[in-house]
């Protein structure tokens, strides 16, 4: 047994032969830069099998070894262990987006000698970061996966917490509908900043590599074999045990996978864009209050608005394309506005509205789905790559956080063996993943209409009652999607149980307050009569009961 503690021995063991490795470095550089020097001479930079591992074994020498230092002051025995033997597998995450990087960390974690592969250069370096950027709400799923590598705390610190949604009716009012129990509340977070977070953290782990300008091109599934092409469009060719696709939902990595037989996908557009404007502070304060996510549900499309770090909101108007189409002037943007969200016109401001509405066309937004998640123990597909779903829950990211911890749990239980771990994540995950796309198509009509409406908002307050009375029993869809890890499959089935029941439950209510009201009626017909009402005034009122 091979002891992890600084006197012993800490040295990895070389993949094929098994042998401690206790080669000079400097002796298997140089073997390694012969062949690459050779392709150099071909115009690209190739980096073929052999000389990778060979270099892989050499960095692994020395990062494993600091690894092993670092668990021995942790006294863990069950972590020295694992960075023991964990030294052979080399793990490629491809896509250093928010859920490709804090998978790092996990696999990391583990021991595991982890290359991180980026098409874009380092976001903490950049200027502006490009991309999509619709706010992100962070809830109890991704902050779980986070205080998993550590970080928790940190993120939240830098997050702004919203307690409920703020409905602004059409003629200004505001109405707010709480997203849980006091003290339940979703994080609006800042994008760029959790994904450069997520980056430090895993380039603090000594076995690991953050390989930026990296985008893969190809990859076999036989050989575990990719190609990546640099900024400067060299290639190069690298191999490694496990291939984690983290590559967002246009994933390359995935495109393998579509070529195989009995791989299900598919891929859904909705017929709504999405723009964003940006709500500037007032005499350096927040336009509006801070703490809610702000609602225009105008039925058939919304306007949304999330805080910022930096007193403004970033409005997101969702709507079909076809709306968007029809306004075409300045003019045409205030009318519009106006009309709809009368009360955040000033506070974007009329100017601003008028240039920013046609600064970018409105984006589009894609729902996928496929299954299964891996191919054999080669690879697996994780986050957006796996199941991008429109944003309407604010549950993209932490579902793809969960991920994470899903994975890693599956790991523990099938001691890390790949070639069973991979199928039962799969297994597990995908009816998972598949409901939260589900449910975010469901909550756009939620937040556009269904707030709106009487019997929502009684529904909503009924719920919140019964769960109140029977917490474990009756528990409202909203708070176990965002403040548990119940399964989300689980959360779809509980939540058409409890419908069904309290549906019931109200109905014969209805019919015996009817039938008690009537009698009443009928007892004490004289009294009525002598209220003066007429059988039509009744109905009248009956009536007006209705539109509740
Ligand atoms: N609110 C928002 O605007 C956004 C939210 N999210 C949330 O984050 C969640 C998870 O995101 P995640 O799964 O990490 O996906 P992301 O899209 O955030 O990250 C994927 C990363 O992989 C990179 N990439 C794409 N193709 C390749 C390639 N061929 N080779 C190497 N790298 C590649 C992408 O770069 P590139 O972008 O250049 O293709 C991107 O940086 C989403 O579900 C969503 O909810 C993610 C993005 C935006
Ligand atoms: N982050 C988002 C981005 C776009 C659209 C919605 C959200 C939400 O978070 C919605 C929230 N969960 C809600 O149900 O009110």
């Given at each position: 047994m091979v002891q992890c503690d600084l006197g012993g021995d800490c040295c990895p063991r070389d993949p094929v032969t098994d042998k401690r490795m206790k080669m000079d470095g400097w002796i298997n550089l140089l073997i390694c830069f012969t062949p690459v020097c050779i392709c150099t001479r071909r115009g690209y930079a190739r980096v073929n099998y052999p000389s990778l591992r060979l270099f892989v074994m050499t960095t692994n020498y020395r990062r494993v070894s600091d690894t092993c230092k670092r668990h021995r002051r942790d006294s863990s025995t069950m972590e020295e262990s694992n960075c023991i033997t964990n030294q052979k597998t080399v793990v490629a995450v491809v896509g250093g987006g928010l859920v490709g990087s804090l998978n790092a960390c996990f696999f990391a974690k583990r021991g595991f000698h982890v290359e991180v592969f980026e098409s874009r250069g380092d976001i903490r370096c950049a200027k502006k970061v490009k991309g999509r950027s619709i706010n992100l709400a962070l809830s109890h799923r991704g902050r779980q996966a986070l205080k998993h590598v550590g970080i928790e705390e940190k993120i939240v610190s830098k997050g702004i917490p919203m307690h409920a949604r703020m409905i602004h009716s059409l003629s200004g009012k505001q109405t707010?509908?709480?997203?849980?129990?006091?003290?339940?509340?979703?994080?609006?977070?800042?994008?760029?900043?959790?994904?450069?977070?997520?980056?430090?953290?895993?380039?603090?782990?000594?076995?690991?590599?953050?390989?930026?300008?990296?985008?893969?091109?190809?990859?076999?599934?036989?050989?575990?074999?990719?190609?990546?092409?640099?900024?400067?469009?060299?290639?190069?060719?690298?191999?490694?045990?496990?291939?984690?696709?983290?590559?967002?939902?246009?994933?390359?990595?995935?495109?393998?996978?579509?070529?195989?037989?009995?791989?299900?996908?598919?891929?859904?557009?909705?017929?709504?864009?999405?723009?964003?404007?940006?709500?500037?502070?007032?005499?350096?304060?927040?336009?509006?209050?801070?703490?809610?996510?702000?609602?225009?549900?105008?039925?058939?499309?919304?306007?949304?608005?999330?805080?910022?770090?930096?007193?403004?909101?970033?409005?997101?108007?969702?709507?079909?394309?076809?709306?968007?189409?029809?306004?075409?002037?300045?003019?045409?943007?205030?009318?519009?506005?106006?009309?709809?969200?009368?009360?955040?016109?000033?506070?974007?401001?009329?100017?601003?509205?008028?240039?920013?509405?046609?600064?970018?066309?409105?984006?589009?937004?894609?729902?996928?789905?496929?299954?299964?998640?891996?191919?054999?123990?080669?690879?697996?597909?994780?986050?957006?790559?796996?199941?991008?779903v429109v944003p309407f829950y604010g549950q993209g990211m932490n579902a793809g956080f969960e991920d994470c911890i899903v994975f890693d749990e599956i790991m523990n239980e099938f001691s890390e063996d790949l070639g069973a771990v991979l199928p039962e994540y799969s297994r597990v995950r995908v009816p998972d993943d598949q409901a939260i796309a589900d449910l975010a198509m469901y909550n756009y009509i939620e937040m556009r209409a269904h707030v709106n409406s009487k019997w929502f908002l009684f529904r909503k307050h009924v719920d919140n009652f019964l769960h109140m009375l029977m917490p474990n029993t009756i528990v409202p869809l909203y708070t176990m999607v965002t403040f548990t890890r119940t399964r989300y499959h689980k959360a779809v089935e509980h939540w058409q149980w409890q419908n069904k029941v309290i549906n019931q439950v109200l109905m014969l209510t209805a019919v015996g307050a009817t039938v008690a009201g009537s009698c009443l009626l009928i007892k004490r017909r004289t009294d009525v009569i002598k209220m003066g009402l007429s059988a039509e005034e009744m109905w009248n009122r009956i009536l007006a009961l209705k539109t509740f």
């Open positions: 707010p509908i709480p997203y849980g129990k006091k003290g339940q509340y979703i994080l609006s977070i800042d994008r760029a900043n959790l994904n450069k977070e997520l980056l430090t953290v895993a380039e603090a782990y000594p076995n690991t590599k953050l390989n930026f300008d990296h985008k893969l091109q190809d990859w076999s599934p036989e050989t575990g074999q990719m190609t990546f092409i640099r900024a400067d469009g060299a290639k190069d060719q690298i191999e490694a045990d496990l291939i984690v696709g983290c590559d967002g939902a246009f994933s390359a990595v995935r495109k393998q996978f579509l070529r195989r037989s009995r791989f299900n996908y598919s891929q859904t557009y909705i017929p709504d864009g999405y723009m964003e404007l940006t709500m500037p502070p007032v005499n350096g304060e927040f336009a509006m209050e801070p703490n809610y996510l702000h609602i225009w549900p105008r039925n058939a499309f919304m306007m949304i608005s999330l805080p910022n770090l930096d007193k403004t909101f970033t409005c997101t108007l969702f709507m079909p394309f076809e709306n968007f189409e029809k306004i075409t002037t300045g003019d045409e943007v205030i009318e519009f506005f106006q009309e709809y969200f009368p009360d955040a016109t000033p506070l974007i401001g009329v100017d601003a509205l008028k240039r920013d509405f046609f600064c970018l066309p409105a984006q589009a937004m894609v729902s996928v789905k496929c299954s299964p998640y891996h191919i054999g123990d080669k690879c697996v597909l994780m986050g957006d790559a796996a199941h991008a």
